[in-house]
C-alpha cells in the first residue's frame, strides 16, 4: 500500500492533459468488441478498471491489441465470442461488472463473475433483477445481490422498466441486453443520467431513440467497428479544477476535456460558487462535446446541491467537499445516498476523513453539511483502496497547512496512474 505525504503549496501553473474518460473507455470497448469489423479507440484510459474490461473480453475470445493508450479490436460480433475458460474477474470495476451482466445476458452459455473485495461487497440487484425479468437465469450470494454471480443466458424479451435511481450504468445494462431481446426495451428514469452509451450506440449504427428521461431500443441491431477518440475525463479533471480555483495564486489549463452535459454539474456548481472557470474550443468529436477548460484562483462560497443535479456529479462529490470546507459559508450536499454504495461509503468516509483533517463536516443519511472555514489543518488520510478519495485527499494536502500523509494513495490507478507525477508538475 503506497502511503506518500502530500505538502502544501502557494501556487500552481501549467498544462495537465487528463487521462481519457472512464466511462467512454469501457463502453467504446464494449462496444468494439460486440462489433463486426475493427475498432480503433486513441486516449483509451489505461487505469486498472479500464483494463479489467479489455482482459473480460480476451477471456471471452475478442482479439485486441493495445499500444500505449491506442487499442484495436477485432471485432467478430458476438455470436463469435466464446464461454470462458475461468471466472471473469472485474476487479474495482463496477462498470465492468454491471455493463458485462448486461452484454451477457442473451449468450447461450454460462460465466461467472467475480471482483475484489470491495466489489465483492456492492450491490447488483439492481441490474440482476431487470435482466431476470427479461429472461436471463441468474444465481449468487444474497439472491443474485452480490459477486460472485453466475448467469447462465436466455432467450430475452424486451420490457419497460421504470428505474427507482438514476443510474448510467444500470440503464445500459439493460439497453446492452435489449440488443439482444425480441420486441422492444424501454428504460424510464427519474432524472437522465449519463447517457455516454446511447451516444456511442447510434455511432455503432444502432438506433437509440431518447425523449427526456426515456430510453428504447429494439432488438436485433448491428454494430460496426468504428475509430473513437475518447475526450479527457472531467472527473479526473474536476481535482484539477478544485484546485485551481482555492490555491494562492496561478493558472490550470486543460485540454480536450469531456463536456457531455449529462457530466458537467461539476462546472455549474463550481461556477455557482464562485469559480473562475472558461470553457474554450468547444467541439463535438465521435458524439461526445469536449472543450479546454482554464481555472484561476477564486473565493468560493457555500450553496446548496441536490435534487436533478446530483446524477451529474455523483463521483465529483469527494472532492467538490474538500472545495466546500474551504468554501466561505456553509455548503449542504443532499439526494445523494447513492454514494453509500460506491467503491466505499463515500458519505461516511468523505466525513470522517475531512473531520480527522480540521474541517467541521455533518454527516446526513443523502449527503453532507459542511460549514467552511479559512484552512484545512492537514494530518492523516486513507482512501481506503478508493480511487477518487485517494485524489481527494491530495488536492487537499495541497491546500492545506500542514500538508496530509495519504494511505494506499495507489488507489488512484484506477482512474489516474500518472496523478502524482501531474501534481508536482504543477505545484509551484
Request: aromatic share 4%.
Amino acid at each position: 500500500m503506497l502511503g506518500v505525504f502530500i505538502k502544501p503549496v502557494s501556487g500552481v501553473a501549467g498544462e495537465i492533459r487528463v487521462p481519457g474518460d472512464k466511462s467512454i473507455s469501457h463502453r467504446a470497448a464494449l462496444l468494439g468488441g460486440m462489433a463486426h469489423g475493427e475498432t480503433h479507440i486513441s486516449n483509451f484510459l489505461l487505469g486498472q478498471d479500464c483494463l479489467s474490461t479489455l482482459r473480460c473480453l480476451k477471456q471471452l475470445g475478442v482479439a485486441w491489441e493495445r499500444q500505449g493508450a491506442e487499442v484495436w479490436i477485432k471485432g467478430e460480433g458476438m455470436e463469435a465470442w466464446q464461454e470462458p475458460f475461468d471466472v471473469l474477474d472485474a476487479g474495482n470495476s463496477g462498470t465492468t461488472s454491471r455493463l458485462m451482466l448486461g452484454v451477457l445476458a442473451g449468450s447461450p452459455f454460462a460465466v461467472t463473475f467475480t471482483g475484489d473485495e470491495s466489489l465483492r461487497s456492492r450491490p447488483m440487484r439492481r441490474v440482476v433483477d431487470p435482466l431476470k425479468q427479461m429472461g436471463a437465469q441468474i444465481l449468487g450470494r444474497q439472491g443474485g445481490n452480490l459477486f460472485p454471480l453466475t448467469m447462465s443466458g436466455g432467450q430475452l424479451q424486451g420490457q419497460t422498466f421504470r428505474t427507482a435511481v438514476a443510474s448510467a450504468q444500470v440503464k445500459s445494462a439493460i439497453i446492452l441486453a435489449g440488443l439482444r431481446a425480441s420486441g422492444e426495451t424501454r428504460v424510464e428514469e427519474p432524472v437522465l443520467s449519463r447517457d455516454h452509451t446511447e451516444r456511442m450506440l447510434r455511432g455503432f449504427g444502432v438506433e437509440v431513440l431518447s425523449h427526456k428521461t426515456t430510453v428504447k431500443v429494439n432488438g436485433g441491431g448491428c454494430l460496426s467497428g468504428q475509430d473513437v477518440s475518447v475526450p479527457g475525463d472531467i472527473s479526473s479533471a474536476a481535482f484539477f479544477l478544485v484546485l485551481g480555483s482555492l490555491v494562492g495564486h496561478g493558472e490550470l489549463i486543460l485540454p480536450n476535456v469531456g463536456v457531455n452535459p449529462t457530466r458537467t454539474g461539476i462546472l455549474d456548481v463550481l461556477k455557482a460558487m464562485g469559480a473562475d472557470i472558461e470553457l474554450l474550443d468547444v467541439v463535438e468529436i465521435c458524439g461526445e462535446p469536449r472543450a479546454t477548460l482554464r481555472v484561476r484562483a477564486a473565493r468560493l462560497k457555500g450553496i446548496e446541491i441536490g435534487g436533478d443535479m446530483i446524477p451529474r456529479l455523483i463521483d465529483e462529490i469527494p472532492i467538490l467537499a474538500v472545495a466546500a470546507s474551504l468554501a466561505e459559508g456553509e455548503t449542504v450536499i443532499r439526494d445523494a445516498a447513492e454514494l453509500r454504495v460506491k467503491e466505499t461509503d463515500r458519505i461516511r468516509t468523505v466525513a470522517e476523513g475531512l473531520t480527522a483533517l480540521g474541517a467541521k463536516v455533518e454527516e446526513l443519511p443523502d449527503g453532507l453539511r459542511i460549514q467552511g472555514q479559512p484552512t484545512l489543518r492537514g494530518g492523516q488520510a486513507s482512501s481506503l483502496g478508493d480511487h477518487r478519495l485517494a485524489m481527494a485527499w491530495a488536492i487537499a494536502g495541497m491546500l492545506s497547512e500542514e500538508g496530509i500523509g495519504v494511505e494506499d494513495m495507489g488507489a488512484a490507478d484506477v482512474s489516474y496512474p500518472e496523478f502524482l507525477t501531474v501534481i508536482e508538475k504543477v505545484a509551484r
